[in-house]
């Protein structure tokens, strides 16, 4: 975080002390100020009401990318929750990004899109069938490499011997699976991670959620954004 004394300074609390160093800062004050930097003020409007004239990059074109993935119906992420994810993405800069479940890749071309709006990082994508278009794949090959298996094998996948600094997880929705897929991103976790879970409506995506939270306490639970997703921080201690 580049300019983190100016937000520390305009959120902070007269009882908090003048940190020199970022890494000094108590965990759940960083945790604020990644809120506020992260998810209200460089693209607060993202969060509000969608429109299509005031975003650049990426989120300017969404609506024609999506047109591109086939029908409205085909996106299983509603605008909000991509807006989100964009977000994240964008504002988080990150090197490597798991995805588990693309179906016919909204969710995809979005983490691509962030990604290619950064100019750095990639994103494996993982899913059980293959469904993206040719075109979409077109348009995510520099930034993408989708993988057709099971999240349960990648245990032992060599591929996935590496770290992963955003993961967003949207595969099988089954209690069991929801929670090897948290699992194995905090087995793949750097020293800080975000986990987007997709579908928090589910009772058995927030019953894994809540036994993964048990099981890694490093996690910190950040609640509900966008429309449905759950977002698991892990902080560097
Ligand atoms: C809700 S859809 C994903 C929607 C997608 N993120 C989007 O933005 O449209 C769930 C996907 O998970 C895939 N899936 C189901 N079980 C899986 C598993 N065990 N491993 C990986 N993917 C799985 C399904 O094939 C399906 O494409």
Same mark, same amino acid.
């Given at each position: 975080?580049? =300019?983190?004394?100016?937000?520390?300074?305009?959120?902070?609390?007269?009882?908090?002390?003048?940190? #020199?160093? *970022?890494? =000094?800062?108590?965990?759940?004050?960083? /945790?604020?100020?990644?809120? !506020?930097?992260?998810?209200?003020?460089?693209?607060?409007? /993202?969060?509000?009401?969608?429109?299509?004239?005031?975003?650049?990059?990426?989120? %300017?074109? /969404? !609506?024609?990318?999506?047109? #591109?993935?086939?029908?409205?119906? =085909?996106?299983?992420?509603? +605008? +909000?929750?991509?807006?989100?994810?964009?977000?994240?993405? %964008?504002?988080?800069?990150?090197? &490597?990004?798991?995805?588990?479940?693309? *179906?016919?890749?909204? &969710?995809?071309? @979005?983490?691509?899109?962030?990604?290619?709006?950064?100019?750095?990082?990639?994103?494996?994508?993982? =899913?059980?069938?293959?469904?993206?278009?040719?075109?979409?794949?077109?348009?995510?090959?520099? *930034?993408?490499?989708?993988?057709? @298996? &099971?999240?349960?094998?990648?245990?032992?996948?060599?591929?996935?011997? +590496?770290?992963?600094?955003?993961?967003?997880?949207?595969?099988?929705?089954? %209690?069991?699976?929801?929670?090897?897929?948290? !699992?194995?991103? $905090?087995?793949?976790?750097?020293?800080?991670?975000?986990?987007? $879970?997709?579908?928090?409506?589910?009772? #058995?995506?927030?019953?894994?959620?809540?036994?993964?939270?048990?099981?890694?306490? #490093?996690?910190?639970?950040?609640?509900?954004?966008?429309?449905?997703?759950?977002?698991? +921080?892990?902080?560097? @201690?």
């Amino acid at each position: 975080m580049q =300019d983190w004394k100016d937000l520390y300074n305009i959120i902070r609390d007269p009882s908090w002390p003048d940190y #020199e160093n *970022y890494n =000094d800062i108590p965990v759940n004050i960083r /945790l604020e100020m990644f809120e !506020e930097h992260g998810f209200k003020q460089p693209h607060n409007n /993202l969060l509000l009401e969608y429109t299509d004239q005031d975003y650049a990059g990426f989120v %300017y074109n /969404l !609506e024609n990318w999506l047109k #591109e993935i086939g029908s409205d119906t =085909d996106a299983l992420c509603s +605008r +909000r929750d991509l807006l989100f994810i964009y977000t994240t993405i %964008y504002n988080t800069k990150p090197n &490597s990004v798991l995805e588990i479940g693309r *179906y016919k890749g909204s &969710s995809t071309l @979005t983490i691509a899109g962030a990604l290619a709006d950064n100019n750095v990082g990639h994103v494996w994508s993982i =899913d059980i069938v293959d469904l993206l278009n040719d075109t979409v794949k077109n348009h995510i090959k520099d *930034y993408a490499t989708l993988i057709t @298996t &099971s999240s349960d094998c990648l245990w032992n996948n060599t591929e996935f011997d +590496r770290t992963f600094d955003v993961c967003f997880v949207d595969g099988n929705h089954s %209690y069991k699976m929801v929670l090897n897929d948290l !699992e194995f991103c $905090a087995a793949r976790a750097p020293a800080e991670q975000i986990i987007l $879970a997709h579908d928090n409506d589910y009772h #058995e995506v927030q019953d894994a959620c809540h036994m993964f939270l048990q099981k890694f306490p #490093e996690y910190t639970d950040c609640g509900n954004w966008g429309d449905n997703i759950r977002v698991l +921080r892990k902080l560097a @201690t």
